[in-house]
């Protein structure tokens, strides 16, 4: 790929970040999500305002924010509407992943279009692959400075809004990402309808049907440990997910609070009945305690700590449990009221529940957290 010069970053700062999602978003992630597809012009002013990945450095015309001023963003969007946070998280997975794999060449090409211009979507999952990666039959061939990649593809998410694909695949005996313009001849995506939760994320299946491109779309050379490649860009995707899981318990916290405060049964507020009040109660501590492993983990990120893997699934683990707890005490307290499809108790409570099982399902956390205990012993 040929070496681009880096865009001059866009000046954004966290503030204005907000108060520009905040109107691109404003009341409308309700019928986004019935309709089940996010508008482009949305995506596309987050994008070009750097804020689909806003943790890509300066130096490659990102706005270079720290994982704790991305983890705050991606929450805040995260409680407007998980469908467009989920976009965030895939661009922001790319982006990572070309920023710790790819050659200068590569990373001076790729990384400001993705800070300013392109949609990507990262591709693992499999029909017979998903926590068990040695069961991935995509595969990556050479010959000469061509390659050739074959497989299918499910669950991807952002694929149907993505000008770039980042693909895992196997080299041989080793693995490989290799990154494909949606529009190459070959690739098929599919969106899935009607999915659980992130409804309007653009969740598709992508074949690759012989598809051939220059070896220079193979970040890096190639040939490292599947496993090692896919960790690395499941790093970056359980931040932001757990960061995300953040967001949803708040928009869960303000909606509770909002209805058990107004809504009068036997003549008080909801909110002074008692067991109304200690669903309050938890939903405000579970907003805490996700909050505070988020913020750790972020440091840990941000400060290059050892600690930092333990910490990211951690947050993820913690995060997105809660989340699905609180989704529902909110839908209890809101009752009816709630039980409304596109409403943000509704669709928290759905899209929470996809948390627990992407980027690493809960099972999978509570293994790798169980092997630290033992281990650090």
């Known amino acids: 790929m040929p070496e681009t010069v880096a865009a001059t970053a866009p000046t954004v700062t966290p503030a204005q970040a907000a108060t520009l999602a905040a109107r691109l978003v404003g ?22 305002a750097g804020l689909l990945a806003p943790q890509i450095p300066t130096g490659y015309g990102g706005a270079g924010w720290s994982s ?49 211009t392109d949609t990507a979507a990262v591709a693992f999952s499999e029909p017979q692959a998903g926590s068990d990666l040695s069961a991935m039959t995509t595969t990556v061939t050479m010959t000469g400075d061509t390659l050739r990649l074959d497989g299918h593809k499910v669950w991807v998410t952002a694929a149907d809004h993505a000008d770039l694909l980042l693909v895992f695949a196997r080299l041989g005996d080793q693995g490989a990402v290799v990154v494909v313009p949606r529009a190459t001849p070959g690739v098929r995506v599919h969106r899935r309808a009607d999915p659980l939760g992130c409804r309007a994320a653009g969740h598709a299946d992508v074949w690759f ?40 318990l708040r928009a869960c916290l303000t909606a509770a609070v909002a209805h058990a405060g107004s809504r009068h049964q036997f003549g008080r507020p909801l909110a002074q009945h008692q067991l109304v009040a200690r669903h309050l109660a938890d ?15 972020s440091r840990c990120w941000d400060t290059g700590s050892p600690e930092v893997v333990t910490a ?19 839908v209890q307290i809101l009752a009816s009221a709630g039980a409304v ?15 627990e099982i992407i980027e ?3 099972e999978m956390c509570q293994l790798m957290l169980a092997d630290h205990a033992v281990n650090r012993r």
């Open 27 to 48: 009341d409308r992630a309700g019928d986004w999500d019935r309709a089940g597809r996010l508008p482009v012009d949305v995506v596309r002013a987050l994008n070009t």
């Open 341 to 355: 499809d596109g409403h943000p108790v509704a669709r928290a409570y759905r899209d929470a529940k996809l948390m």
């Open 360 to 362: 690493g399902s809960t």
């Open 209 to 248: 049907d012989a598809v051939r491109l220059p070896t220079s779309s193979l970040l890096g050379a190639g040939g490292q440990s599947l496993s090692l490649l896919v960790t690395t860009a499941l790093s970056y995707g359980r931040m932001s997910v757990a960061w995300g899981c953040v967001g949803i």
């Open 68 to 116: 704790l001023d991305s983890g705050e963003f991606t929450a805040q969007v995260g409680s407007l509407c998980s469908s467009l946070r989920s976009v965030m998280t895939s661009q922001a997975m790319a982006a990572w992943t070309i920023e710790r794999l790819a050659d200068r060449a590569q990373a001076r090409s790729l990384l400001p279009r993705l800070a300013a």
């Open 283 to 297: 939903l405000w501590a579970a907003e805490q305690v996700a909050t505070r492993v988020c913020e750790h983990a």
């Open 312 to 330: 990211t699934v951690l947050a993820k683990y913690v995060s997105a449990g809660h989340a699905t707890r609180a989704a529902a005490d909110a």
